[in-house]
C-alpha cells in the first residue's frame, strides 16, 4: 500500500519510540551527573533517547545524534550520523563513542559493525503502551548512573498524568479522528497504537480505535463522522498550508468537524516521541480535545 513520506517518517519515528519504551513545559533538566556517567560517550539513534538523557542531566555524555534528534535545542549543536532510515556507519564510527543507544528497529548487520569496533549497543525493547514510557526512562537512567534522577522524572510525570486523567473524567466524551496524513493514504492513531492510548485517557472515543495498523478508510471516515479532528501538519508544510488542503479536499470537507471548525492541530514530535515530555504532550491533547472546557 502507498504510504506517503510524511506517514513513513511519523510512523517510523513512533516505531522507534515504542521499541525504545519497556509514562506547561519539558520536564526540567537536572544538573547533578554521576562521576560514573561522565566516564561514558554516546550516540543517540533515537529521538526519545536524546530527550530522555538531556532531560536526566547527562546530555553532555552524547557526541552524536540523528537528524531526527531535534529536542532540546542543544541537541542540534551534536554532529548527525544521519536519517534513521540510513545512518552513516563511517561517521558513527568516526565519533568514537562507548556507547550507542539503539532500538529494535535498528539493522543488525549495523549493530554487528558497531560491536566489531568495539562500541557496546544498548538495545531497548518493543512496547506498545504508554506505561512503556516509564520503563525506557529507568533504562537508560540505570546505564548512566542517574537512578534517583530517573525515578523523580518517572514519579513527576506519574502525577502530572494522574492529575489529567482524573480532570478529563469530569468532561463530556468527544468522538475524535487523530489525523496523520490523508489524501492518497489516510493514516491514523489506530486502536493497536499508544497514541490511541493516549487519546482514551484524555476523555475521548477514538473512532478508529477498531482499525489496525495506523490505516483507516475514507468510507469508515465518513460514515463515523467524528465530533473532532485533530491534526499534525505534513511533511514540508506549515499549519496552514495542512489547514488549506484538508479543508478543501474531498471527502474531509464535507465532514461535520471541518464545517463546524473542530479541526485542532497538535504537536507531531511531542505525541509521538515516548519520553520525558509524553506527561505534557498528554496534558496537551486534552487540552486539545477539551478546548476551552479544558481551561
Known sequence: MFMTKRFRSFVLILLVSMAMASPLLAQPLIEKKPQEAEKLSIVSLAPNATETLFALGV??????????????????????????????????????????????????ELLQALKNAGIEVMALDLQETFAGTYSLIRDIAQRVDCVKEGELIILT????VKDVVEKARTMDKKRVYFMIDFGSFDGTATGDTYISEMLGMVGAVNI?????????????????????????????QSEE???????????????????????????ADMISRQGPRSAKALELLAQAVHGEQWL
Do not use: H
Not at 477498531?210 to 485533530?230: C, F, G, Q
Open 59 to 108: 546530555g553532555d555524555l552524547l557526541v552524536g545524534r540523528t537528524d531526527y534528534c531535534t529536542y532540546p535545542e542543544e541537541a542540534l549543536e551534536l554532529p548527525s550520523i544521519g536519517t534513521l532510515y540510513n545512518p552513516s556507519l563511517e561517521k558513527l564510527v568516526s565519533l568514537q563513542p562507548d556507547l550507542a543507544i539503539s532500538t529494535a528497529f535498528v539493522g543488525d
Open 157 to 160: 510525570m506519574q502525577n502530572q
Open 208 to 236: 478508529a480505535s477498531d482499525a489496525t495498523r495506523w490505516t483507516y478508510s475514507k468510507e469508515l471516515l465518513v460514515a463515523n463522522d467524528p465530533d473532532l479532528i485533530v491534526l499534525t501538519k505534513r511533511w514540508g
Open 241 to 267: 498550508e495542512t489547514l488549506q488542503e484538508f479543508i478543501t479536499t474531498k471527502p474531509y470537507s464535507d465532514l461535520r468537524a471541518t464545517k463546524e471548525g473542530n479541526l485542532v492541530f497538535v504537536d
